[in-house]
């Protein structure tokens, strides 16, 4: 029987079950699971261990994982070990159950870990939570289309395996060693991962590119302790003064980053490409102006939509030195520090932008200073097989379900497991998700638009069974 | 009678209550009087009524003066309104009793107000807690002299008034009005105060110039909100990226400052005093090398004590923005802030180097990004007449306390209430102070040597006399 002739009573029980779906998924987002703070460990687990009961219940074999660092949930449909009668497509889901840090808590406008549902300034109604979209939305999103599928024919289209981790959001360190030495569990044709945006709210996309990431710390150490500017001013080193000087240094009149060697590799888009994404028109006015600017701030002479996505970047995330509390102190600090990212695209490899950034630094420190560095993460940038099979099925799913054209669109953002996903398993990834820019994922007042998470739901309903039905 | 002949006496009075005398400091050092935070406000009350009780014991008419900040004591020795038989000086000593907060507390070796008297790595007796120097440790050597004089004699040598303020540590800013509407409770031949150093720790000093300040903050904006770096960037200006460009470009190759008309009216030492102060042979080693420096980080070409007290410089004193916690997070913030602070020479403006430095931060704005502006303090340099009356005495009495010729040195630091007793006075102010480079003052560990404090009292009880007897 085609899976298609059954999809009309899947998608009408979603509609039916939506209220259940979104109750479902606020108990997901009241866990504090916070994966970069020790404070939130045992919140990680009960999120892990909430989450492989609301999965056993679809039928799937599942467990909580111990991993070195918070568990991972690994959850497979086929139980029951008999063979299929005829080759069904086997699916690696992949998602996140932890969540960014909350502060500055005092931008919230309610409780982070209190979901509700608001209705947002244009009129669009929303789940506000931290959490709402990365990853807790996107993932129940396909979740809620498993369930739906089981219930109405009691079986899946495809088989599945669910892999779902909690600490994404702090560079999977201790995921992925789980992932090699387990990679005999994580055997299928294909992954899927919910964790990326629509082209805009109403048109649906695939990614099929993603920006690397490197992820450095720099600290700048100067006098032994923290000095009086008034008796030491002029004539002691200040190691903010340093670090401004090097960091200001990074960025020239036009935008370009001028560590050496930074843009080696690094190749023009392909004019047929470049020429398709002009037409798609992204500008200052429609992506900007909802963040309150006007001004692309990247490289000269490139389209935004090239700044965003296929131009490798610099950011600097944080900087911290000397006193920053109310009022004054005349206080030259012993030591400056800064937290920098780059995202990378092809061409670029994250061990040689790392080093090129450090001797950048070390190259420029003056005497009496010293620079001590720390690696937060590092991922190559992906470049997916526009032509992997199962991608015109799912651009077909999602164009009916949105009944507007599927863009396949890059995307400046990192997902460091898809290449982890290739290099250990040898898998492709399919990347669909529902988010909106104007998300706030990873700021106060994450939300995750209402019609994101039904349609969402609804696309996977219609994925699973266009997956299946291309494989006969 | 000689006031001379008397000398002998109370120093040996001094000698016999030394013990007592580090009480009463003990006393006034439990007190957490941080006037920054308004979690002490209480404390700073406490301070004030505390030091009230104690110098009223001295005979003074001594009363705890509201100010629209924390309260000031003004206290007058002369109370029995007899005219003096022969014409005396009368003096107006001015202190501080509030201290710097003691963030990072971490680094502190013992609670901060908990003072006690330890060993030094190199065998000298210090007094360790947050205001052991600055200021409450100076302050009580002068308390304790006068103590002394009246134990013995009965009266002091001169007429003298204290104001000990509460607000130093935050620029003065309700105490200088207060001065102003009751300027005519504050008259006196001239000033003194003790909150400078010694030449070195057995060499005594008084100080004849002091460098000016102008503390101001930037927070330069971008976007309306904090943004996700992996989708925003590269296309969202970066308020960080903005703050680095800008405070990295105000020091040139050579230390110079290069914000334009910063250096206007800025003159160089006249030869003879630049011989002098060669000759004083402040060096890397002796200055720099015990806060683990060794390099001259001043303006290139001159000396290393031109660097730290006739040259004007900047420091940038603290900087913030995004994510400052453990690990990573891939933010572009919505704002990022600085504290910038420039040490004036005689000849500059503060209200010209505030201006030229806002100028100079926002003619390298770039679009989109908004720079705000707080003003925390100013004040102007303070050239001392080396040829006032009082100096030839006090320079005197501390040559025979400390058995060598004393210094009339110019200081890095900043006493902004010296131009105001000036200005609003017309007073003079000696400076005698028994500070130390390493006392740590501002940072933890703030110390005082027991030197200092015992041999600081004896130095005022002979200034007393010698001023007395100069005036005959």
Not at 84 to 104: I, K, T, W
Not at 364 to 382: I, M, T, Y
């Amino acid at each position: 029987m085609s899976h298609a002739s059954q999809l009309q009573a899947v998608l009408d029980r979603i509609d039916a079950d939506f209220d259940n779906s979104l109750e479902r998924l606020f108990e997901l987002l009241r866990i504090k699971s916070i994966s970069a703070d020790p404070a939130f460990t045992a919140d990680c687990k009960a999120a892990a261990d909430h989450l492989s009961r609301d999965i056993a219940t679809l039928g799937f074999d599942t467990t909580v994982r111990p991993t070195a660092g918070h568990p991972a949930i690994v959850a497979r449909s086929s139980v029951n070990g008999k063979a299929n009668p005829e080759p069904r497509p086997h699916v690696l889901f992949y998602g996140h159950y932890d969540v960014q840090p909350v502060d500055p808590l005092s931008l919230w406008h309610r409780p982070p870990f209190e979901p509700a549902v608001t209705t947002h300034a244009d009129g669009r109604k929303i789940v506000v939570a931290r959490g709402a979209e990365d990853d807790k939305g996107q993932l129940m999103t396909f979740v809620e289309a498993c369930r739906a599928w089981m219930a109405v024919s009691g079986s899946l289209p495809v088989d599945i395996t669910m892999v779902i981790e909690g600490e994404e959001e702090i560079g999977s360190k201790n995921f992925v060693p789980f992932l090699e030495q387990n990679k005999g569990e994580f055997k299928a044709d294909f992954a899927m991962i919910c964790d990326t945006g629509m082209w805009d709210p109403n048109t649906p996309a695939i990614t099929t590119s993603l920006r690397g990431l490197v992820y450095d710390e720099v600290k700048i150490k100067a006098a032994n302790r923290d000095l009086h500017s008034g008796i030491f001013g002029g004539g002691a080193q200040n190691p903010i003064r340093v670090l401004t000087r090097i960091l200001g240094g990074i960025f020239d009149e036009d935008g370009r980053i001028t560590i050496p060697g930074f843009y080696d590799g690094v190749k023009d888009l392909p004019p047929d490409i470049l020429a398709q994404w002009s037409k798609l028109n992204l500008t200052p006015e429609s992506f900007l102006k909802p963040i309150g600017l006007s001004i692309p701030a990247g490289e000269k002479g490139r389209l935004l939509i090239e700044q965003i996505s296929s131009r490798p970047t610099c950011d600097i995330n944080g900087i911290f030195g000397g006193y920053t509390g109310e009022g004054s102190k005349t206080v030259i600090p012993a030591e400056a520090s800064a937290k920098i990212s780059f995202r990378l695209v092809e061409g670029q490899q994250p061990d040689k932008i790392r080093k090129a950034f450090r001797d950048y630094v070390t190259a420029r420190l003056p005497g009496d200073c010293k620079a001590e560095f720390a690696d937060h993460s590092s991922a190559p940038a992906v470049a997916l097989d526009w032509n992997m099979k199962p991608l015109a099925a799912a651009k077909r799913a999602l164009s009916e379900e949105w009944g507007k054209e599927t863009i396949l669109m890059g995307s400046g953002a990192s997902i460091p497991i898809v290449a982890d996903f290739k290099r250990t398993l040898g898998l492709d990834t399919l990347l669909v998700g529902f988010g909106l820019d104007d998300d706030n994922i990873h700021s106060p007042n994450e939300k995750y638009d209402l019609k994101s998470f039904h349609k969402g739901i609804r696309s996977w309903a219609r994925i699973l069974a266009a997956l299946a039905d291309a494989a006969r």
